[in-house]
């Protein structure tokens, strides 16, 4: 079992320690755990690195059944300290997507649920979360959850996703999205494909690398059967789709992070509470890290529904939960593993 190490978080700026000279090296190395808290536990968050602040937005916590909205935004220089952020009027969601910033640091917050509504709307904020505007009420895509989202080129692309007209269901009514979307400002949106190819589902990544778009995993149920592992891309920035990998090296999952270097993808983690680590340098062949997401080396430190993002030379996972129940364990803790220097200006998902 993990060790939970109760030594003082340190800054993430000064940590003492020899830089890796590739991806594969650093992913082997020991991750640090920078804080756990002040903001409470919770899954389904998304976090941006925005200059030299790392913005924690929404999730789903209080053992599963309370949603954190714009009165819960958190941000932090160094992913140990933090502070609350001025409170936004966005409602309470989980399993939404937060994307960018653009090269004016801006930031745009969308979709998400709660137990009992589905959104589709979009804000925006550009001062580092200190205020949003409404940028769209009502975007032209449906209502969604767990949709997959990146930029890629200037625009704002997402896929994906599911949505349950009844409320208060715990996802057996579930009506899944393969549909794929951009947009230039988050209010005008384009119909990119509504038929991509690749199966209808909640909880892809969505990543732009390498001047394309790749969708990985994702899943449409809560069993192990349910699970996807397929990946697809696009070269035409999202209008068509093709399969590259049907049976990956890595399991089928959800949940799970993923993040775009400068030449690798990585992969960490997933349902039901993983903890290995993959890369790849074309989105199809993957190969297996010798490390451990968060030192962890059994199902009981293992996650998913966290979120990883690159923070000045290091790679983050902020939460998450620890059971494969809809009720289960969940974090509140900020783990950091150092990446080579090359990889400092990372892409972002």
Same mark, same amino acid.
């Given at each position: 079992?993990?060790?939970?190490?109760?030594?003082?978080?340190?800054?993430?700026?000064?940590?003492?320690?020899?830089?890796?000279?590739?991806?594969?090296?650093?992913?082997?190395?020991?991750?640090?755990?920078?804080?756990?808290?002040?903001?409470?536990?919770?899954?389904?968050?998304?976090?941006?690195?925005?200059?030299?602040?790392?913005?924690?937005?929404?999730?789903?916590?209080?053992?599963?059944?309370?949603?954190?909205?714009?009165?819960?935004?958190?941000?932090?220089?160094?992913?140990?300290?933090?502070?609350?952020?001025?409170?936004?009027?966005?409602?309470?969601?989980?399993?939404?997507?937060?994307?960018?910033?653009?090269?004016?640091?801006?930031?745009?917050?969308?979709?998400?649920?709660?137990?009992?509504?589905?959104?589709?709307?979009?804000?925006?904020?550009?001062?580092?979360?200190?205020?949003?505007?409404?940028?769209?009420?009502?975007?032209?895509?449906?209502?969604?959850?767990?949709?997959?989202?990146?930029?890629?080129?200037?625009?704002?692309?997402?896929?994906?996703?599911?949505?349950?007209?009844?409320?208060?269901?715990?996802?057996?009514?579930?009506?899944?999205?393969?549909?794929?979307? #951009? *947009?230039? !400002? +988050?209010?005008? =949106?384009?119909?990119?494909? &509504?038929? $991509?190819?690749?199966? %209808? @589902?909640? /909880?892809?990544?969505?990543?732009?690398?390498?001047?394309?778009?790749?969708?990985?995993?994702?899943?449409?149920?809560?069993t192990t059967g349910t699970q996807l592992?397929?990946?697809?891309? #696009? *070269?035409? !920035? +999202?209008?068509? =789709?093709?399969?590259?990998? &049907?049976? $990956?090296?890595?399991? %089928? @999952?959800? /949940?799970?992070?993923?993040?775009?270097?400068?030449?690798?993808?990585?992969?960490?983690?997933?349902?039901?509470?993983?903890?290995?680590?993959?890369?790849?340098?074309?989105?199809?062949?993957?190969?297996?890290?010798?490390?451990?997401?968060?030192?962890?080396n059994s199902t009981d430190c293992g996650k998913f529904d966290f979120w990883?993002?690159?923070?000045?030379?290091?790679?983050?996972?902020?939460?998450?939960?620890?059971?494969?129940?809809?009720?289960?364990?969940?974090?509140?803790?900020?783990?950091?593993?150092?990446?080579?220097?090359?990889?400092?200006?990372?892409?972002?998902?």
């Open positions: 079992m993990m060790a939970w190490m109760p030594w003082q978080a340190p800054a993430l700026l000064s940590l003492a320690v020899a830089l890796p000279s590739n991806v594969p090296e650093a992913l082997e190395g020991q991750w640090q755990l920078l804080s756990d808290g002040p903001w409470k536990s919770r899954e389904g968050l998304m976090v941006s690195s925005v200059g030299q602040q790392l913005i924690l937005t929404g999730g789903r916590g209080s053992a599963g059944v309370g949603f954190s909205g714009g009165a819960d935004v958190w941000r932090s220089a160094d992913g140990a300290n933090w502070t609350k952020a001025p409170e936004a009027a966005w409602k309470r969601r989980a399993y939404h997507i937060l994307l960018g910033p653009d090269d004016e640091n801006c930031i745009w917050l969308m979709g998400g649920q709660t137990f009992s509504e589905f959104f589709n709307d979009v804000w925006k904020s550009c001062d580092l979360a200190n205020t949003w505007s409404l940028v769209t009420k009502s975007a032209a895509w449906k209502p969604r959850a767990g949709l997959g989202g990146t930029m890629h080129k200037g625009k704002l692309v997402i896929a994906g996703g599911c949505h349950d007209d009844v409320k208060y269901d715990p996802g057996a009514f579930r009506k899944f999205y393969s549909d794929v979307w #951009s *947009s230039s !400002d +988050g209010e005008n =949106w384009e119909l990119l494909t &509504a038929n $991509p190819g690749w199966k %209808a @589902r909640s /909880g892809p990544r969505l990543v732009s690398f390498q001047d394309k778009l790749f969708i990985i995993a994702g899943e449409v149920g809560f592992a397929d990946i697809w891309s #696009s *070269s035409d !920035d +999202g209008r068509t =789709w093709q399969e590259i990998q &049907a049976v $990956p090296t890595f399991s %089928a @999952r959800s /949940g799970h992070g993923v993040v775009a270097l400068d030449r690798y993808l990585v992969l960490l983690a997933g349902w039901p509470e993983l903890f290995d680590i993959y890369y790849s340098q074309d989105g199809s062949q993957w190969t297996r890290s010798a490390g451990h997401a968060w030192n962890c990883p993002v690159v923070h000045n030379g290091h790679l983050l996972t902020l939460g998450g939960s620890g059971s494969s129940s809809t009720f289960g364990k969940l974090y509140s803790d900020t783990w950091s593993l150092v990446l080579p220097q090359s990889q400092s200006d990372a892409i972002l998902i």
